[in-house]
């Protein structure tokens, strides 16, 4: 009988701080209304008591909701929360049809190759992947991490977000990091916004499951309504065209919106608490609703830098009530690379591949056909720099790569990593330092 399989995507950014003067900047920032910083203009704002436009004062009372203002401002605080998500005594609040337990998945960011951190971010590489898959690792829950990226804005601003992924290499740079000095890669992804064509052909090489359609009924009315001075229509969370009926798509080579032949799919994702494109119960009911003929699909959105636990008891009580009103029809928590599967139907595939380097020469045979066009090639060279370059495809299965002088020299390497995903999901990942005598490949499968 065909389910609703419930995923969480946790944007996993780590510490944000939240002061005074940051709330008012935004203000300024947002409708060009300078206010003096203070908490007595705070709570009139927040009362709606302040002096200003009716359409001013009734948005700026839904971005002061003290759900978006209290955020944990350092590690230490985040750290209380995050131990206590992944305890018992948390998750067994939260069952599921099958008796089980919450899942989160934890898409994960990682803030590099910026000139000024206004919001205290923690910089740095695998600073925040670092954090979270200790407790990944640690217990049994069946979450999992995964990636989320933000596009490098031009003015360098660690609290800014960009459309251009190709403005900076830094989501090259973060993925060879990841396999190289973590034994890691993605199988999903989740954007910060919209998705443009040249984050759109990226994923498209190596990532299987995304989770970008924010798509929502009467999408341009509100998006209209939610504008800002600072904001351009069409700008953020650009979904329009896309299902939002809950369905699974696979995108066009020019618009990712709209369903073509690429082999990615992609999902619907609302948030949690928000002031836009929130999940509410009329989604909930149109999910179960679908999950009657088709197993579906509904996944949620939210940042671990603000309280987790007052977004997932807003989200299960919506579920609990539309639950009752569907009561053949079962839900159960899933992370994101099980539920594409139960709702696609994908068909379990073994993932190994044969590597050898043979003279100056990379080999590279993969048991079966893997998801992309080529597996991922990570280089760490002796300089400490972190490189990938593209393979010579020989067939589906088979690939090479030359180190010589129009590439990059063996002698001047210190690490090569090999990543991909297969058809079903599955990741495996290779890494050797070939400056060791009798060199193996550690090995890294997953999903």
């Not at 898409?107 to 407790?135: A, E, Q, S």
């Not at 919106?257 to 990615?264: A, E, I, S, T």
Request: charged share 25%.
């Amino acid at each position: 009988m065909p389910s609703l399989y419930i995923v969480i995507a946790v944007d996993t950014e780590g510490p944000l701080e939240e002061k005074l003067k940051d709330t008012f900047q935004r203000i300024n920032d947002y409708y060009a209304i300078n206010i003096n910083p203070s908490i007595k203009n705070l709570k009139n704002l927040q009362n709606g008591n302040y002096k200003i436009p009716k359409y001013e004062k009734e948005k700026i009372k839904e971005i002061l909701n003290p759900h978006f203002l209290n955020t944990f401002s350092n590690w230490k605080e985040l750290n209380k929360q995050t131990k206590f998500i992944f305890s018992k005594k948390f998750r067994k609040n939260y069952i599921d049809n099958a008796n089980k337990e919450i899942i989160f998945d934890w898409y994960c960011l990682d803030h590099i190759n910026f000139k000024t951190n206004p919001r205290k971010r923690d910089l740095g590489h695998h600073k925040v992947y670092d954090k979270y898959i200790k407790y990944v690792n640690k217990n049994n829950f069946g979450d999992q991490m995964q990636w989320h990226f933000h596009p490098i804005p031009f003015n360098l601003k660690a609290n800014s977000t960009g459309n251009n992924i190709n403005f900076t290499s830094s989501h090259i740079e973060i993925l060879t990091r990841k396999i190289i000095d973590r034994n890691w890669f993605p199988s999903s992804f989740r954007p910060t916004s919209s998705i443009r064509t040249d984050l759109n052909l990226f994923l498209e090489q190596w990532i299987p499951f995304d989770l970008s359609n924010s798509n929502i009924k009467n999408y341009e009315i509100q998006q209209r309504k939610n504008s800002r001075i600072t904001s351009v229509y069409g700008l953020d969370n650009d979904s329009r065209g896309a299902p939002i009926d809950w369905s699974i798509y696979n995108p066009d080579v020019l618009d990712t919106r709209k369903k073509g032949n690429l082999k990615r799919y992609i999902g619907r994702c609302l948030n949690v608490i928000s002031y836009n494109l929130a999940i509410n119960e009329k989604e909930v009911i149109a999910a179960f609703q679908r999950s009657k003929k088709h197993n579906t699909l509904l996944s949620v959105t939210l940042h671990d830098f603000r309280n987790i636990t007052n977004e997932v008891n807003h989200l299960f009580e919506i579920i609990k009530k539309v639950g009752h009103k569907f009561p053949n029809q079962k839900f159960y928590w899933s992370n994101t690379v099980n539920a594409f599967r139960k709702c696609i139907g994908l068909r379990k595939q073994q993932i190994s591949a044969k590597i050898k380097i043979s003279s100056n020469i990379l080999h590279i045979n993969s048991k079966n056909k893997i998801w992309g066009f080529q597996p991922f090639l990570a280089i760490q060279t002796k300089m400490n720099e972190y490189i990938h370059d593209n393979l010579i495809p020989d067939s589906e299965t088979k690939w090479r790569y030359s180190f010589d002088k129009e590439s990059i020299e063996l002698k001047n390497i210190k690490k090569i990593g090999i990543a991909f995903n297969n058809l079903y999901g599955s990741t495996i990942v290779y890494v050797a330092d070939i400056t060791k005598n009798n060199y193996k490949w550690k090995v890294n499968k997953y999903n």
